[in-house]
């Protein structure tokens, strides 16, 4: 029970509405995140719950299949259970036996595309997608979902044309209109970018990672006020978001304003230490002022954070030779070659990439 303040009046009704306050904060649980699970070492219980779920519905709709196994309907069904449960092989299977049965079933190629996109055989994918496509055309889960394996195969302009026909079926999925913005951000016709993340913003003014796109793409286009503004609403948004903070860094570089900048990346590197990218544009600002040693400390530190990062190498390669390090400079060379050659033969998905802090991308296939 709750103390009571004798010098107080007792107010019977304020006592039983603490009493009731108290009791719904004892009903409050904490939702711990999945990466905690893991380095727990135990299964996520809501991960458990949801397959779970899949394998007693699967179960089933087995179960109505013995009963009747010559439904395709059902099939189709059991063969997107094997979807979410990550059983592709086993839905393509199934999927091609109901295709064979039935090759004007549309929504049966919709989701055998999907299982190949899912599997990562993109190829497949696109010829099922557009089957599907011409058995239904109005169907928005495949022409959205067609764009999302183009974009993986970087056929931007295909992809740009099914987000349009999705946008042109259903005006308000702002989702279409994110995944059609990196699209045109991928083809770099910034201006179509632009009003196109405008109109979705319409619908979704507080979303900031397309106030982060849209600032990359006024960035882009050499219009750093407009960057600039789009920059700080993301802040607004989030002020705990090290991204933001290291693409105001890069939108006051490209202003000539360094002090600022350098207190944005800063402010990235403090919020969040194991971020290289801030350390990464930090050097580069430092090496355009003349501040060479500072370069090489902040590229060594991102080089440590992410041995990946070729663009730290190759700047703090300039760097070490700018002050005649030789062997140094060989070293950061070499390293930095290694990178590129490693990544040179790239044919599966594309980063979309944005201002030099890193913007957060869109365009995720969707799946059934």
């Known amino acids: 029970m709750a103390d009571i ?3 107080e009046e007792f107010n019977p009704q304020e006592f039983r509405e603490k009493q009731e306050s108290k009791k719904q904060s004892d009903l409050i649980t904490m939702k711990i995140h999945p990466e905690i699970w893991e380095e727990l070492g135990v299964r996520d219980p809501e991960q458990i719950k949801l397959e779970t779920a899949i394998m007693k519905k ?19 069904e059991l063969a997107t259970l094997y979807i979410d449960g990550g059983n592709y092989e086993e839905a393509i299977k199934m999927l091609r036996t109901v295709v064979s049965k039935n090759s004007k079933s549309a929504r049966a190629y919709k989701v055998l595309g999907t299982a190949y996109a ?35 195969q970087d056929s931007y302009v295909s992809a740009e044309r099914e987000f349009k026909k999705v946008i042109e ?9 994110a995944n059609l913005a ?20 319409m619908f979704d003014p507080e979303n900031k990672e397309l106030r982060s796109a849209l600032s990359n793409a006024y960035f882009h286009l050499g219009e750093f006020d407009e960057s600039l503004s789009s920059a700080l609403c993301v802040i607004e948004l989030d002020e ?27 402010k990235a590197i403090e919020l969040d230490p194991e971020y290289s990218l801030p350390h990464t544009n930090l050097g580069s600002l430092y090496g355009t002022i003349g501040r060479v040693e500072s370069a090489i400390k902040e590229f060594k530190k991102a080089t440590s954070l992410n041995p990946g990062d070729a663009e730290a190498w190759l700047n703090l390669y300039r760097s070490y030779k700018d002050i005649g390090r030789q062997e ?35 365009g995720d296939t969707a799946s059934e």
């Open 118 to 152: 899912l599997s990562k055989q993109e190829d497949e994918a696109i010829i099922e997608l557009n089957r599907a496509t011409e058995l239904d055309p109005n169907d928005i889960e495949t022409h959205f979902n067609l764009g999302g394996v183009y974009m993986l």
């Open 328 to 362: 140094d400079s060989t070293r950061a060379f070499q390293k930095y070659e290694m990178l590129t050659k490693e990544s040179a033969p790239s044919g599966g998905k594309t980063e979309f990439s944005g201002v030099p802090g890193g913007v957060s991308t869109t």
């Open 240 to 266: 705990r978001d090290p991204q933001a903070y290291c693409n105001l860094g890069s939108i006051y570089s490209a202003r000539n304003m360094v002090e600022e900048a350098v207190q944005a990346f800063q």
């Open 58 to 76: 699967t179960r089933q709709i087995k179960k109505e299949l013995r009963a009747d196994p010559d439904n395709l309907e059902k099939q189709i």
């Open 169 to 177: 079926l259903d005006p308000s999925d702002t989702t279409a209109y």
């Open 182 to 201: 990196a699209a045109y951000t991928m083809q770099k016709n910034h201006l179509e970018e632009i009003r196109t993340l405008k109109k979705v913003l």
């Open 5 to 7: 303040d004798v010098n």
